[in-house]
Each structure stands twice: as C-alpha cells, then as structure tokens.
C-alpha cells in the first residue's frame, strides 16, 4: 500500500472567511455556508464562523436557522458583541421583545462604547413594557453619549409618550441647547406643547424653528399637525399634500392628508389617499386603520348639527360677521366704513383667536341670531371655534370663505440668523422678524458699511438660485388655497404680481389684495338689499383710495426685481421698518449690524 | 417703585411722549432708570389719585420738565406738590409751528365724530361740508373753492412766524434748552413738523441730545454714548408721522419751503394721499382706514 498522501495545509482563518464572504457576495449562501461550517470544525473555538454563518442565513431569509446556529454557538464561543446584536436583531424580528432586549443588553455589556446597544435595548425594553428599565438605561447613555443626540432624544420620547410633559419639555428644551444645529428638539418640544393643547405657543415654536430649518420634514410635518390640531383643515390638507410632493418616500403624508380631508369631510378623496398610501407603504398598518375607519367617520359627519330658529330682528340693519384673524379684521373695518354701507349695517369681527362661547358672550344678545352674511377666513381658529361659530349662525346665513396668502419667492434669501430671539420689552418677537442666511453669515462688526454690504452683494449675487421654481411653489400654493373657497385670489395674484406692490414681505400683504378679497365678498348676494353691486365697489373703491395697509416691508434685493422684472420695484424704495423708513442699503448694513430701530 | 432702579420721570404733551419712546430705545438710560410719563393734555384729576398718587413719585430722581408759561393749572401744581425734594429737573419747551398750518381753528364735528376723526381742524375746510352748506359740488370745484377762499383768507404768515416765535421764546425763558434759534435757521430746507405739534426725527434728536447731556446720574460716557444712539435711531426715523397734514401749497410756496413737492403724498393712517386728496376728504369728512 503506498503511503497515504500527505493532507494539504488547510487554509488559514481570515482567507477562508474571505472566501466564504466571496461567496455570500456572489449569491452562493450554500457554497458559503459549506465553507462556515469547515470553518467551526476546524476552528470550534472561533466565534466568527458563527457569527458569519448566522449573518449569512439573516441575508438569505432564514432567521429561524440564523437564531439556533446562534444558540448553538454559545455552547462553544462566548458570544462577541455583534453575534449578540445579530441575535437581538432577529429577535426583534420576530417581536420577542424581551429576548431582543436582552441580547442588545449583553451587546451593550461587551461593547459599552457603542450607543446603539444602548438605544436598542431601550427600545426593546420599551416595547417589551419594561419602561422604567428603558428610561433607566437612556439616562445612563444620555450622561454616557453628551456629544450624541440620540440617546437624549430617546429618552425625551420615551418621557413624552409617558405623558410626564414637564420633564420631556426639559429635555427638547435641552437638546435645542446643546444640539442648535438638529431641528428635533424644536419637533419634539412642539409635540409636548401640541398634546398640552398649548398650540399659540407651539405656532411661536415651530415658527423659530422652519426660520433655522425651512425646508426640514419633521418640522413641516409637525406644522402641518399643528394645523390640524388647531382645526385649520384645509391649510392642514394644503401643508401635507405638500409634503406628499416633496418627501414621496415618507408615509405620514398620506396619512395627515388623509385625516384631514376626512375632518372637512371629503371622505372619498381621503380614502383615495389612503388607498395609495397603502399600495407605497405596505408595511404602515396605521394607513389601512384609518381607511377602515372612515365610513363610520362619513355617517357621523352626516348626522344633522342642529342650527337655532330663525328670529332675524327686524331692525332693517343687515349683520356681516367676518370671522378670522387681522386680515377679517381689516375687511371689518372696510364694510363697517363704506358709506354706500353707512347706516344699513352692523358689522362685527369675530376674533378666531378666541373660544366661539367667549366670542357670542361679547356680542350683543341675540346680535348673531340676526346675521345675514358671515365671510370666514380660511385660517379662522380652531375646527371647533370654526364649527361652533357656525352652528350659532342662522339656517340661511349666507357663508362666503376667503384665503389668506402669502409670497416667498421674491424673499430667496431668507433663513436662519441666530441672533433672532425675543428682545423684549422693544422687540418681542425679536428685532428683524425676517431672518436672511447670507446676512447672517457675513455679519462682521469689524468691516466698514461699505465693505459689508459689497460682500453682502457679492454673495448674494453668486447664491445660487431657481427663482421660477420658488414663484411656481407660491402660484402652486395660491392654487391650493383657492381651492374650495368662494374667494379666489390666485388669477389676481398671478395677473398683477410684476405691475403692482401686492407684498411687502413674505406675509405682508399689501391693500391691493385686501381690496381684492373685499370687492369678491360684495358680491354676496345677501348684501344687494342695501345697494347694487357697482355702487358697493365705487364706495369700496373711494374708501380705500391711497390705502396701502403697511405694516413692516422687507427690501427686494435688486437681483430678484431684475429677474421678475417687477415694474413697481425702484432702487431708492423706501422701506418701513418699526417706525422708520430705510432703503435697501442702509436696511441691509442694518440688518447686517443688527442695529436697533425705533419702533 | 418700579424695581430698584430710581425713575426717569417725563412731564410733556405728545412730544414728551415721544421722548420717552426713544428713550426707551436707549440702553444707557434704560438700564439707569425706569422710565415713567405724565402727559398733562390727557390726565384727568382721577388720575391724581390713582395713576400718578404720592407712591408714583417716590422713587423720582429726574424730571425732563416740557415748560408751560401763563399760570401753572392743577396738572402743574399737583406735579410740584409730589415731586421729591432731591429730584433734578431739566426744563425744555414745546415745539408748536402754527405758522406753517394757519387756519387750524376749532372744527365742530370732531365732537360728534364716531370711529374714525380727523383731530386736526382746518376752519375754512370745516365750513365747505356740504352737510353745511347743503352743496356737494364735484372734487375740483369743490378743492377750487377751498384754494380760492385759503388764498383770499390768508394770514400775513411772517407775522404768525414772529409769534410763534415769540411763545417760543417765552417758553425758552423757563428752560434749561434752547432750539426755536435752530428752528427758524432750518424750517425752510428741513421737514421738522408733520402738523403744528407733531414733529419729524430731527427736532426730537435735537433736543434729546441736550436733554442727555444736562441729566444727572448719567457719567460722561454714558451721555457721550445715549447720544450717539439717539442719533442713530434719528436717521430713518420718521418721528411723529401717525398723521402728516400737507401743508397748502400757497403756504410753501411764501414760506419758501425748499423741500416742499406740491405733488407728494402723506401719510394719513395707513393711506398716502396728496394735498388735494386730503383736503377733499377732510372737508367731506369721509371715513378712512386706520
């Protein structure tokens, strides 16, 4: 018998393991699993053949074998940190919570430098009902991590969603301390404030914040429930249809857009949204929950709302109520001042700031059994403000909606400037309440006037900007808001945008559309029993001649007057800021400087 | 008391008050005083005893004093009566330009007037309501018949000059501060007056700048550096421009007003209307936006 041949050197551990990772990497899982199980023959004490195995199973869609490879191995091996994270990922899978947390536990035990143990095993213990254990642990990494955001915003979560909102308002207003440069100690903070009904102060909040962070998800997500929150449906159905266009990947607006339209209940468009919803986000149970739910919602919303009898007093004095904010209060002024309207009406502003039991309790009684004609802005307070004003109205009321509207494109630079915070008793809501990036980043005391403001120039030439894309968003949401209101301002906007002043800022709307919105709601046919309509709009016309409703302006840079080509933009333009007028430059050095102004 | 800091008390019409508005303004005075103000023109006697009681006075330390001359009326008495013994005060006029608004006189429908007035009457306006006369003519010949009759009517308005000087003069003689002297040497090539009491940025940098310098409790820097403030807040300011009543054109025109536009257009509230435009609506007495 010849001797038998001498055996061939095996190969050593890492090329065998890069071999089987070849492997895996070429689609071969039994060609790779062979080569790791060689591997734990040869090598029984390595845990990486395990661990790799077990990955390898993972991948192919067999963690059931992945977990027992993984029992098996510590019979053998002790565990490393990441045979640990891998065991506690597939447990997860399969919702064993509290395996789960343990093993990221043990994983967090042998690798404590790495805090995504430690947010998963609170994670884990969290959803395993084990909340003092989570909380206990997110505190220690919080101390752990400083530099880390996660942990904190973990724990500050975990303490909102336990409803203790005084400490988990110390922690967002912690993170927007220590993390200035994330939005989500703004999101976060907002949502304490929202679920504490305190939603002036979440509007405060959320404005600061899309000021540093305009275009941020979560941020214009959190507005957007806001919007909700406060009953303002159609701008909550304006914001979330937005977002679907903007984050196509994201599942929540479909999901906001959706409750919404079911709140103003256009339910079959609701369920429309929710259906595709569904179809791009099989996985977010919460979209079909909530399409199953509609129907019962349909057959509430149809249930009769009682309205009061009619007893209009006959005083042959018409009642308009104009319900909303400052731009209602503006047109109350308007239709209380005509003369053509002189003596033939009571007109009253209905402030939407305020509970609709408070607003009737103002008014003399039985004055709003007797109106005629109600105009409603379209931001007017909350659903239930809304829709408890309107319940007091008579049967035959007749209702006419108008929208608000706002301007961003000719504003391009607008953005995040640090130095913006409430300056009371002067400038409560802080000095320049329109915020400029590339002031912000160029403010430098040490440089002349003159020196400022050419490198000011400079950079703000050389920004790069699509400005046609900027004005197509405003038109788009002009669009939006006309949608579904009597009064539409988009034509006007778009028609007379280059002609005529319509902005002084980006929500500072000029007389031109205040006239507007008024001569569109004399066209209400309830007020033709006190004169014709043209006699209405000279009288509107002769009242508001010179009129320019300025509150504040805020300069056009001249790049963006040249590119729209706006014929009412001069370059000596004077500009009324507080209680002074300056001219482009010398606003700018201003803001550059930061300077104080009269107000 | 108003917190540990001793008041900076004012004492004046709408100018003080507008004084006291830049003060505010100023972190120098600021941080040194709280600052308090009694405008006389809108005080009743009730106020004594409630707003402006002997407590109100404790913690007094500077009065900026606008001088009345003629006797002192109740305001003036009680304000001497409260004033603490160790309070310095620092006496400054009242700025009035009649000269420049010659037919303000007394308008009867400011009594009656609902929710929108025009608070500066024009006598020859006044009589032109067609609810007067029982005529309303059409906007040109109505705005004719006014600049005929302001024409025919109009005062030798270098005299009503010499008295306003002279008032001014008067009151000077009460006061720690001098400025009719440099009114009169720019009134013809500087806007100082919106109306015959409400004055543009410049006379209030003016006189705050005096005022500043002659208040105690304030160190030298500290004066040196509220002024510059206040000088700098001047620039673009447009002071007291709530209402801006144009001056006629006529007037302007005698005066030699160099930077008068007979075409420009002022502010009334929230509208910019032209002379014309204001004195039609003035005599109609038509509502407008606030």
Redesign the interface.
């Known amino acids: 018998m010849p001797d038998d041949p001498i055996a061939p050197e095996p190969p050593s551990l890492p090329i065998a393991l890069d071999v089987a990772r070849a492997a895996r990497a070429d689609g071969d899982l039994i060609g790779a699993l062979a080569i790791y199980s060689t591997l734990r023959e040869a090598f029984p004490a390595e845990p990486a053949p395990y661990r790799e195995a077990a990955l390898a199973l993972m991948e192919g869609g067999h963690g059931e074998e992945a977990e027992i490879l993984l029992d098996a191995a510590a019979e053998f091996v002790a565990l490393d940190a990441d045979m640990e994270a891998a065991g506690a990922t597939l447990a997860e899978r399969r919702r064993d919570w509290s395996a789960a947390a343990a093993r990221w536990d043990r994983a967090r035990s042998q690798a404590p430098g790495t805090f995504e143990y430690w947010s998963n095993a609170a994670r884990c213990q969290r959803e395993a009902g084990l909340g003092a254990d989570a909380e206990a642990l997110l505190r220690e990494a919080a101390q752990r991590f400083p530099d880390r955001i996660e942990p904190t915003r973990d724990l500050a979560w975990l303490l909102t969603h336990n409803r203790r909102f005084d400490e988990a308002s110390a922690i967002w207003q912690h993170i927007r301390d220590a993390f200035p440069d994330h939005s989500l100690g703004f999101v976060g903070g907002s949502s304490v404030l929202r679920m504490t009904q305190r939603l002036a102060e979440a509007a405060i909040l959320l404005g600061q914040a899309l000021q540093r962070f305009p275009a941020d998800f979560d941020l214009l997500a959190e507005r957007a429930w806001l919007a909700f929150d406060l009953g303002e449906y159609e701008d909550c159905v304006t914001r979330f249809a937005a977002l679907r266009v903007g984050f196509p990947d994201r599942a929540l607006p479909p999901l906001g857009l959706g409750r919404a339209l079911g709140a103003l209940g256009r339910f079959d468009q609701a369920d429309g949204v929710y259906a595709e919803g569904e179809q791009a986000f099989p996985h977010f149970d919460l979209l079909r929950r909530e399409r199953e739910a509609l129907p019962a919602q349909r057959a509430a919303w149809l249930a009769p709302v009682p309205k009061p009898a009619v007893v209009r007093p006959d005083t042959g004095v018409v009642h308009i109520a104009v319900a909303g904010f400052h731009l209602a209060y503006q047109l109350h002024l308007i239709f209380s001042r005509m003369l053509p309207f002189r003596g033939k009406v009571a007109v009253q502003w209905l402030n939407a700031g305020v509970e609709h039991t408070a607003t009737q309790a103002r008014l003399p009684a039985g004055w709003l059994d007797g109106v005629s004609v109600y105009f409603e802005e379209s931001q007017a307070g909350g659903g239930v403000t809304r829709r408890g004003l309107r319940a007091l109205l008579p049967a035959d009321c007749e209702i006419r909606t108008f929208p608000t509207s706002s301007l961003q494109a000719l504003w391009p630079f607008q953005g995040k400037d640090d130095r913006l915070v409430p300056e009371p008793p002067l400038y409560n809501g802080g000095r320049y309440m329109y915020t400029d990036r590339i002031a912000a980043s160029v403010a430098n005391p040490s440089l002349t006037d003159d020196a400022l403001f050419d490198l000011y120039m400079e950079l703000t030439e050389a920004e790069p900007l699509d400005l046609d894309a900027l004005f197509a968003a405003d038109v788009a949401r002009w669009e939006a808001e006309d949608s579904g209101r009597d009064v539409h301002l988009a034509p006007f906007l778009r028609a007379h945008f280059r002609d005529t002043m319509l902005f002084a800022g980006p929500g500072e709307r000029c007389a031109p559309i205040i006239v507007e919105i008024a001569r569109q709601l004399l066209a209400t046919p309830a007020l033709r029993q006190i004169c014709d309509l043209d006699t209405a709009v000279a009288g509107l016309n002769r009242l508001t001649h010179g009129w320019r409703a300025e509150d504040r302006a805020l300069p056009v840079h001249p790049r963006v007057a040249k590119h729209f080509g706006l014929k009412w933009w001069s370059p000596d333009q004077e500009h009324l800021l507080g209680h002074s007028r300056y001219g482009f430059r010398d606003y700018i050095v201003r803001y550059l400087r930061w300077s104080p102004y009269s107000i | 008391m108003t917190g540990t800091k001793p008041s900076l008390l004012i004492y004046g019409n709408c100018q003080g008050e507008h004084l006291s508005?830049?003060a505010?303004?100023l972190p120098d005075i600021r941080d040194k005083f709280a600052i308090k103000i009694i405008p006389p023109h809108l005080v009743t006697r009730a106020d004594w005893d409630t707003r402006f009681n002997e407590a109100f006075f404790a913690d007094v330390r500077v009065l900026w004093n606008q001088v009345e001359t003629g006797e002192p009326n109740e305001n003036r008495r009680l304000l001497q009566e409260r004033l603490p013994k160790d309070c310095r005060i620092v006496n400054f006029p009242p700025v009035i330009l009649l000269c420049l608004w010659p037919f303000s006189g007394s308008d009867p429908r400011q009594v009656t007037a609902g929710?929108?007035v025009y608070p500066w009457p024009d006598s020859i306006g006044a009589s032109l309501d067609p609810a007067v006369t029982g005529e309303d003519l059409p906007d040109d010949a109505l705005y004719d018949l006014y600049m005929r009759l302001t024409v025919e009517k109009m005062p030798d308005l270098e005299r009503r000059l010499r008295l306003d000087a002279t008032r001014a003069r008067a009151a000077e003689a009460l006061s720690d501060i001098r400025i009719w002297d440099w009114i009169e040497e720019n009134f013809r090539t500087t806007k100082l007056s919106h109306t015959s009491t409400h004055l543009t940025a410049a006379p209030f940098a003016y006189l705050m700048h005096r005022l500043l310098a002659l208040t105690d409790g304030l160190t030298p820097a500290e004066i040196a550096r509220a002024q510059r403030?206040s000088a700098?807040?001047a620039?673009?300011?447009?002071g007291q421009?709530v209402e801006v009543v144009p001056i006629h054109p006529t007037i302007a025109e005698r005066m030699g007003l160099t930077w008068y536009d007979p075409n420009g257009?002022h502010k009334?509230r929230?509208?910019?209307?032209t002379h014309r435009?204001y004195i039609l609506k003035y005599i109609r007495w038509?509502?407008?936006?606030?």
Do not use: A, K, T
């Open positions: 508005h830049i505010r303004h929710d929108y403030d700098f807040l620039r673009g300011s447009q421009d257009r009334w929230s509208h910019f209307w435009e038509e509502p407008f936006m606030p």
